[in-house]
């Protein structure tokens, strides 16, 4: 398979949209609530602040389990093409210290503008485990493993997702801010390890992804069918969970009403947040995928994002960034203007992500700007 999925660049496309809103909402209104398992849950306020929040969760989780997929199916295309198993884990293990340092290079401004938002922005630890980190470091525990079978990265990415609801509880608010919790499972801050995104269950996400790209690579059809009743049986998981309350929650639903019911734990990503999210991102896939020729004006605007999602994500905080700065430092932006701007802004990249896409088709395949 030397082609490329649609669907799952389309998806990937359609997440960095919903994370500019989340961005957005950050830098230009100052509205960014987190849903902690050691805090009280947040309360929105009204429905569209809660949908504003709650749409793009599926954000975190769908860039973990698409790495995943893409890895296998990258490993399998350079297989075929000769590459023996040495390269590819060098081609990975290269390519996700990319990103580390990326987000160490890249990240420090954007931080900065964060503390806009009234929130301390944990850039004074050494060690900061922000999402591009943690996709790095989970990049290059998977290079490590890629010679596991499908059966294996799925076992792996279950036990890894589920290990902060099983260690969380026990270990108790005091010892889950010990450095290596905060690198493993428990996110907070310590003076050696800003922990937003601990390693353990978001990798494995992205083990799950592997296994997933693993099964598109046997059947691609099949798989991207299935998809739609496989992430509906985790949004079943998800209701079942949330109805029995206890273990896979990290934090009941705090007042009554849907909006409570939906709220869920997203540091660390609780089961049910998992289940609920990873469930909608395959459900989406699937129904891209299904509709490519009813939608084929929006996917071809979604391919461009998804295929250089890295300057997207690096040039949209910038932006967002900048507008903030220029036209909204004493008094945040109103939600009525706050979405035609995340709108415009995304409008904006098109054609720098376009022709940064058309630049690094050019490249040798092994060039580091293929990475990006």
Request: proline content about 6%.
């Amino acid at each position: 398979m030397k082609q490329r999925l649609p669907a799952l660049d389309a998806l990937r496309g359609l997440i960095m949209v919903l994370m500019a809103l989340d961005h957005a909402s950050l830098l230009l209104a100052r509205v960014h609530p987190f849903e902690m398992w050691n805090q009280p849950l947040p309360d929105y306020g009204s429905a569209s602040w809660f949908f504003t929040r709650w749409l793009t969760h599926l954000c975190a989780p769908g860039f973990f389990l698409l790495m995943g997929a893409g890895m296998a199916l990258l490993e399998a295309s350079r297989r075929e093409q000769g590459w023996s198993a040495a390269q590819v884990r060098r081609f990975f293990l290269l390519r996700g210290a990319v990103l580390v340092l990326i987000s160490y290079g890249f990240e420090v401004a954007p931080m900065a503008l964060m503390a806009l938002s009234g929130r301390e922005a944990m850039a004074l630890s050494p060690v900061v485990l922000g999402v591009l980190v943690t996709l790095g470091l989970s990049m290059m525990a998977a290079a490590m493993m890629m010679g596991l079978a499908a059966p294996w990265w799925f076992a792996t990415g279950a036990a890894a997702v589920l290990a902060p609801n099983a260690l969380l509880p026990w270990l108790g608010v005091e010892r889950a801010q010990h450095t290596l919790a905060l690198l493993l499972v428990s996110p907070g801050q310590s003076a050696l390890v800003a922990s937003g995104y601990p390693l353990v269950p978001w990798f494995g996400i992205c083990a799950l992804g592997v296994g997933f790209g693993r099964l598109l690579r046997r059947s691609t059809e099949r798989t991207l069918r299935a998809a739609l009743p496989a992430g509906l049986a985790l949004i079943a998981l998800f209701a079942g969970l949330r109805a029995a309350g206890g273990f896979g929650n990290l934090r009941l639903a705090e007042g009554s009403g849907w909006m409570a019911w939906l709220t869920v734990v997203k540091y660390p990503p609780s089961l049910a947040f998992a289940s609920l999210m990873i469930g909608l991102d395959l459900v989406l896939l699937s129904l891209l995928h299904r509709s490519q020729d009813r939608l084929g004006a929006l996917i071809r605007v979604l391919l461009v994002y998804g295929q250089a999602p890295l300057l997207f994500y690096i040039a949209h905080f910038y932006l967002f960034g900048a507008v903030s700065m220029i036209a909204f430092s004493r008094q945040p932006a109103p939600q009525w203007l706050l979405y035609p701007l995340w709108l415009a802004g995304c409008a904006a990249l098109y054609h720098p992500c376009l022709k940064f896409r058309e630049f690094k088709r050019q490249q040798p395949e092994n060039s580091l700007w293929r990475m990006l």
